[in-house]
Structure formats: structure tokens, C-alpha cells
């Protein structure tokens, strides 16, 4: 079992829809939780990062890890073209080296 | 300030050949890391570094080296090159300390093993 699995889509959304994409994750040690978004043939870019459980929020981003689930999720409000990329979801323990990743979902957004 | 960077781009192999990738850093961080990433499979972590002069195996070390003589900068080195390298390299970097869990990225380079 991969440490992190995620949902490899692709995933197709008009313009303005909601766009919830989706992880879990089997290590109960890991405490930080990543988001980075990855456009075509450029390196990750970190999105969103959040510390244990809860929700946080950056404009039409908002982060959530539930740990009682071992679920990571990020919604997209009010989804742009420009939002068209590979979602890459991470996490890690406090301290470690090895930072897990999920294999990516691919978003596009259809104007 | 440039973040990280990495050099080639882009580079076509033959079987057997060596080479060497290097990754550079101004952010002054003590870790930096190669990855490597492939279709279906994310991005695996091949070495990584925890401050200048020391290295480390990660997930997929076979068939590759690396050096961190100086600070700002982690080579990653393929001896003998397979077409199983055939792959897009990135270099990551993270600073020290608490709550620095966040790992910054290099742009890439792809690398074609013929």
C-alpha cells in the first residue's frame, strides 16, 4: 500500500464549477499536509500546506485534512482555466526526510 | 533571487553514459533533495541531503550518486546510464527547523535514456 493514494482522474470541470480534489493517506504519524500544483513541464508548486487537522483557507482555496479518516482534500471555489493543472498532495512526519506524495490528479477547466 | 535551479534542461543519453545533474540554491536552506518523477508513479525520492558534506539514500537511490560539497549546491550523478533513468528529475530544497516542512522545487530536467 502506497503511503499516499490519490485519485489519478483526469477530472473535466466548466468554468466556475466547485472542484474537490481528494487524498488519504496510511501513515497515522504524519502530521503536515501539502497541496502543490504542478503545471505542464514546470516543477510543483507548493498551494496550500496545513498542520494536522482542520480546515484552512487562501482566497478560492481551502485545504482539509480530517486524521480521524486519514482524508486530505482541497476545494477549488469558482474554478478558473487558469486552474488547469496536476494536483499533487504530500505529507510527512514532524522531523522526517521523506516526504509522500500522491501520483497527481490532472484538472481542466473548460472555459 | 533566483530559488532553485537546475541545469540542463534537457539532455538525450546513450546507454552506458554518464552525466551529471546539478541543482543550485540562494535560499540558504539546509536540506535539499532529487527526486524523480514518472508517469503513474508520483514523484519518488532518489537522495537527499541534511546540510553540506552529508548525503543520504531515499526511495530509489540504485544506479545514481550525489555530492553536497557545497552548501548551495547537490549534484546528482548517473554513472552508467540505463533506459530505465529515462525520467523527469527534480531538485527540492527545505530549510532547518521547526515547522519548515515545506519543500520548494526546482523547474526540472528531463532526461531521455537511448
Known amino acids: 500500500q502506497k503511503e499516499v493514494e490519490q485519485d489519478p482522474g483526469p477530472l473535466s470541470v466548466p468554468e466556475g464549477a466547485i472542484v474537490s480534489l481528494n487524498c488519504t493517506y496510511s501513515n497515522s504519524a504524519f502530521q503536515y499536509f501539502m497541496w502543490y500544483r504542478q503545471y505542464s513541464r514546470k516543477g510543483p508548486e507548493l498551494l496550500m500546506y496545513t498542520y494536522s487537522s482542520g480546515n484552512k483557507e487562501d482566497g478560492r482555496f481551502t485545504a482539509q485534512v480530517d486524521k480521524s479518516s486519514k482524508y486530505i482534500s482541497l476545494f477549488i471555489r469558482d474554478s478558473q482555466p487558469s486552474d488547469s493543472a496536476t494536483y499533487l498532495c504530500?505529507?510527512?512526519?514532524?522531523?522526517?526526510?521523506?516526504?509522500?506524495f500522491g501520483t497527481g490528479t490532472r484538472l481542466t477547466v473548460i472555459p | 533571487n533566483a530559488g532553485v535551479t537546475q541545469t540542463p534542461k534537457f539532455r538525450v543519453l546513450k546507454t552506458g553514459q554518464s552525466m551529471t545533474l546539478l541543482c543550485a540554491q540562494d535560499?540558504?536552506?539546509?536540506?535539499m533533495y532529487w527526486y524523480r518523477q514518472d508517469p503513474g508513479m508520483g514523484l519518488r525520492l532518489i537522495h537527499y541531503?541534511?546540510?553540506?558534506?552529508?548525503?543520504a539514500k531515499g526511495e530509489v537511490p540504485d544506479g545514481y550518486n550525489v555530492s553536497r560539497l557545497k552548501k548551495q549546491n547537490f549534484l546528482l550523478g548517473l554513472e552508467s546510464a540505463a533506459p530505465s533513468q529515462t525520467s523527469v528529475y527534480f531538485c527540492a530544497t527545505k530549510g532547518a527547523g521547526a515547522g519548515q516542512e515545506t519543500q520548494y522545487f526546482g523547474p526540472g530536467t528531463r532526461l531521455l535514456v537511448l
Open positions: 504530500a505529507s510527512i512526519q514532524t522531523g522526517a526526510n521523506n516526504l509522500f
Open positions: 535560499m540558504n536552506h539546509e536540506y
Open positions: 541531503s541534511v546540510g553540506e558534506g552529508t548525503t
